[in-house]
């Protein structure tokens, strides 16, 4: 049974910041990739930001410059730094854990940048 629990999601004003965090525990397999998804009411998921074992990252357009992903591979964790937050960021994040065998998907949780 693998587990992949978020925190750090909440409330925040434009221009403010948060960090979420994804720890994966349970029996995992080799993890390949490990990276952030967000869906906002009525849209599609996207992706945020992606991470792999050799630590390239990728981040979607609408985020660079802003957020910044890492990983701790100690721990199985994924973090994901975002500053200078929008009205537009407001989405459900999710965590995904992509490994040899299958692919994982976090609970999501909420972040919502209003004033």
């Known amino acids: 049974q693998v587990q992949l629990v978020e925190s750090g999601g909440g409330l925040v004003q434009p221009g403010g910041s948060l960090r979420l965090s994804c720890a994966a525990s349970?029996?995992?397999?080799?993890?390949?990739?490990m990276g952030w998804y967000r869906q906002a009411p009525g849209k599609q998921r996207e992706v945020v930001a992606g991470i792999n074992t050799g630590g390239t990252i990728n981040y979607a357009d609408s985020v660079k410059g802003r957020f910044t992903i890492s990983r701790d591979n100690a721990k199985n964790t994924v973090y994901l730094q975002m500053n200078s937050l929008k009205p537009e960021d407001t989405a459900v994040y999710y965590c995904?854990?992509?490994?040899?065998?299958?692919?994982?998907w976090g609970q999501g949780t909420q972040v919502t940048v209003s004033s």
């Open positions: 349970g029996s995992i397999f080799s993890i390949l990739a």
């Open positions: 995904k854990v992509v490994t040899t065998k299958i692919t994982y």
